[in-house]
């Protein structure tokens, strides 16, 4: 199969993330010989698991889970936890321009949809893995981006009906949101943190109780149409299914079918876990707010205080799995932390490690059939912000699927458009990364 990125980035003994140290992890066989099912789904993230929960137990399907390491082993089991709104890279102007208004707010109506999903599901299958008060802070990276925010609030207000409340530069110290590169913070009522590999391994074993096959170390290295469905095609087996839902998002393979080939392009997010702070020390900075917090850059970083005191800290970038590029990049994500949180200085890592989340053509997610391909549906493209998106995306494939009905924005069910100059992808995301690291300016010293 042909990946985007050097083989270690689909490695399934890299990268240990905090996470997998938190929770026990569920270790499944892998499919041997050959099965059937009537609906096969690829990969065991947040969309691949949360489509066979519905599958099997909302809709009496028999269905199979195809995964290539392990549930969770993907972005949903190493990711910064924001349950959050969000999952497309286009602004609610470019919304607007493609599906009208009522399009931007359908839009954002999926979005709270998909946290409400995510807390009943917590709450219905009993998983404790909520870590927080409810809400976000948008820290403003500098006096023009706090300007920006407070033009853009009362467009918010004016499309969505709520705006943020903004919080001058002066009160950020009152809020626990102080630092010496915070300008202003726009606060927003939404979303709640998690852990996110308690939350995967809880809803593995839901899907799996509900009746769902989920097999592991099973990766699929062929789909072919065949006499009544598909034949997925794995190193010790082969299984037939009539539909198959493919729930790869960044890991899965160029190759892997045709029409997907060039539409998606994987980029890396990393993070870093500190060791536990004290109280003092978290004084000392003047960062002590409970929620979640990402700031205004285009190569943003989030972070957020973890209930045992350590603090996470996360930034989009990297271009390569290579073992050079990744200590690179790591090395860069503890400059950054270190220039924002600078009291922290001497508060060492304790894990860092990166996962890829994925980007469309279209700058948006896609739910739906794949064109040309009948039985086939995909759901990818949350753009780095799929915790709660991938899941709701995955239970609404998994009704488009069963035949039932479905609540897709415009937006998500446009078929993504293949990127220009595919071969291109890599090129074009270094100039970018560099585009966006001259637009966000330097850091503070
Ligand atoms: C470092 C990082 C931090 C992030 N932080 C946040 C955050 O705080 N909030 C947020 O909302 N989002 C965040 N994201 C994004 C979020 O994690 C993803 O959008 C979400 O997990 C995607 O879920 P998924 O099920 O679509 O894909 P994944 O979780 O990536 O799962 C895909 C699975 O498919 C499997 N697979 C692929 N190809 C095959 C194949 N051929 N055969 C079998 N299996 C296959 C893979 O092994 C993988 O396990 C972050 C991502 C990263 C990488």
Not at 15 to 30: F, K, N
Not at 205 to 211: D, L, N, P, S
Not at 316 to 342: D, I, N
């Amino acid at each position: 199969m042909r990946q985007f990125y050097e083989a270690a980035a689909y490695d399934p003994a890299w990268p240990a993330s905090h996470w997998a140290g938190t929770v026990p992890l569920q270790t499944l066989a892998p499919l041997q010989g050959a099965a059937r099912a009537e609906v096969a789904v690829i990969g065991a993230g947040y969309a691949g698991l949360n489509a066979a929960l519905v599958l099997a137990r909302g809709h009496g399907v028999d269905v199979a889970v195809l995964e290539a390491a392990q549930p969770g082993w993907g972005a949903s089991g190493r990711n910064g936890g924001f349950c959050c709104l969000g999952g497309a890279k286009l602004a609610d102007a470019g919304i607007v321009a493609r599906h009208g208004v009522q399009g931007a707010r359908d839009w954002r109506g999926f979005q709270r949809r998909a946290i409400d999903h995510v807390a009943g599901l917590l709450e219905a299958e009993g998983i404790d893995a909520r870590q927080g008060p409810e809400g976000e802070a948008l820290l403003a990276h500098s006096p023009a981006a706090y300007g920006a925010m407070r033009a853009g609030a009362e467009a918010e207000a004016a499309l969505h009906g709520s705006a943020p409340r903004l919080i001058p530069a002066g009160a950020l110290a009152e809020h626990g949101l102080a630092g010496p590169g915070f300008f202003g913070a726009a606060l927003g009522g939404e979303g709640f943190p998690l852990n996110p590999m308690r939350y995967v391994q809880g809803l593995a074993r839901a899907a799996g109780a509900g009746g769902a096959r989920i097999y592991g170390r099973s990766p699929v290295t062929r789909l072919e149409p065949v006499q009544g469905g598909w034949r997925l095609t794995t190193p010790g087996g082969s299984l037939i299914a009539a539909k198959v839902l493919i729930a790869g998002n960044g890991y899965a393979p160029e190759d892997l079918q045709p029409w997907l080939s060039g539409r998606t392009l994987p980029v890396f997010s990393a993070i870093l876990v500190t060791r536990p702070l004290s109280a003092e020390e978290r004084a000392a900075q003047g960062f002590t707010s409970p929620l979640m917090a990402y700031d205004s850059r285009h190569l943003l970083h989030y972070f957020r205080h973890l209930p045992d005191g350590r603090f996470l800290f996360g930034m989009r970038g990297g271009l390569s799995a290579r073992p050079k590029a990744e200590a690179e990049t790591l090395a860069r994500l503890r400059k950054h932390f270190e220039a924002l949180f600078p009291a922290w200085k001497r508060a060492q890592t304790e894990t860092a490690w990166s996962g890829l989340a994925c980007l469309t053509g279209s700058l948006a997610p896609y739910i739906g059939p794949v064109p040309g391909a009948p039985g086939l549906f995909a759901a990818f493209g949350w753009h780095g912000n799929g915790v709660a998106a991938a899941s709701l995306g995955g239970a609404e494939a998994a009704r488009l699927i069963a035949g039932a009905p479905t609540s897709l924005p415009a937006l998500i069910t446009t078929p993504p458009r293949r990127f220009p100059f595919p071969r291109l992808r890599r090129l074009a995301l270094r100039a970018a990364y560099a585009g966006y690291a001259l637009r966000d300016g330097p850091l503070p010293r």
